[in-house]
T-cell receptor, first 115, second 113 residues
Framework: KAGVTQTPRYLIKTRGQQVTLSCSPI?????VSWYQQTPGQGLQFLFE???????NKGNFPGRFSGRQFSNSRSEMNVSTLELGDSALYLC??????????????FGQGTRLTVV | AQSVTQLDSQVPVFEEAPVELRCNYS??????LFWYVQYPNQGLQLLLK??????LVESINGFEAEFNKSQTSFHLRKPSVHISDTAEYFC???????????FGQGTELSVKP
């Protein structure tokens, strides 16, 4: 069974540009969450999607957005990139939210560097 | 709201020595508890989890954690560490009915020969 796949693994962008990151969850998993990891702030929750609907959103500016497709694949977009957006972006998939189903499996992440 | 505090940012230890990584959480509702491990340039791997039942949970590689509700703690222990255990360890909580994880700041375990 394939794990969570994130593409690309590494990305370098310039300030002001926008970027789209992709996440393919484990087959059969319908819930996808995104996290930002930085040395200063640690791991912070960005958003959670289930059945193409955003269920939860973290405390990030509107420049950060996401969506989920009917096949459960998810994308996140960051517009007007800032230097502080440089981070490892992690995607996690799980069967579905709810009691007993909160175990998340993580992808290897996309390392975004903004210059 | 939930929060997680990992009391040590770095823990250096010699090979074959015991180790304890401390985690305390705060929550007004029941939560699920997790320990994740992250090796360099990798994503997070689930090490062990507490959902309900026995308060002592074990992983396949010798780690164990004990849920203590009165002290709101979920400390991770291993009686004898290996060089290969060198990694960053994250404690996390999730609400009983949601998938969002709240992470601690992480503990960097460094095992020296």
């Amino acid at each position: 069974k394939a794990g969570v796949t994130q593409t690309p693994r590494y990305l370098i962008k310039t300030r002001g540009q926008q970027v789209t990151l992709s996440c393919s969850p484990i087959s059969g998993h319908r819930s996808v969450s995104w996290y930002q990891q930085t040395p200063g702030q640690g791991l912070q929750f960005l958003f959670e999607y289930f059945s193409e609907t955003q269920r939860n959103k973290g405390n990030f500016p509107g420049r950060f957005s996401g969506r989920q497709f009917s096949n459960s694949r998810s994308e996140m977009n960051v517009s007007t990139l800032e230097l502080g957006d440089s981070a490892l972006y992690l995607c996690a998939s799980s069967l579905a939210p709810g009691a007993g189903n909160t175990e998340a499996f993580f992808g290897q992440g996309t390392r975004l560097t903004v210059v | 709201a939930q929060s997680v505090t990992q009391l040590d940012s770095q823990v250096p230890v010699f090979e074959e020595a015991p180790v304890e990584l401390r985690c305390n959480y705060s929550s007004s509702v029941s939560v699920y508890l997790f320990w994740y491990v992250q090796y360099p340039n990798q994503g997070l791997q689930l090490l062990l989890k507490y959902l309900s039942g026995s308060t002592l949970v074990e992983s396949i590689n010798g780690f164990e954690a004990e849920f203590n509700k009165s002290q709101t703690s979920f400390h991770l222990r291993k009686p004898s560490v290996h060089i290969s255990d060198t990694a960053e360890y994250f404690c996390a909580v999730a609400r009983e009915w949601g998938g969002k994880l709240i992470f601690g700041q992480g503990t960097e375990l460094s095992v020296k020969p």
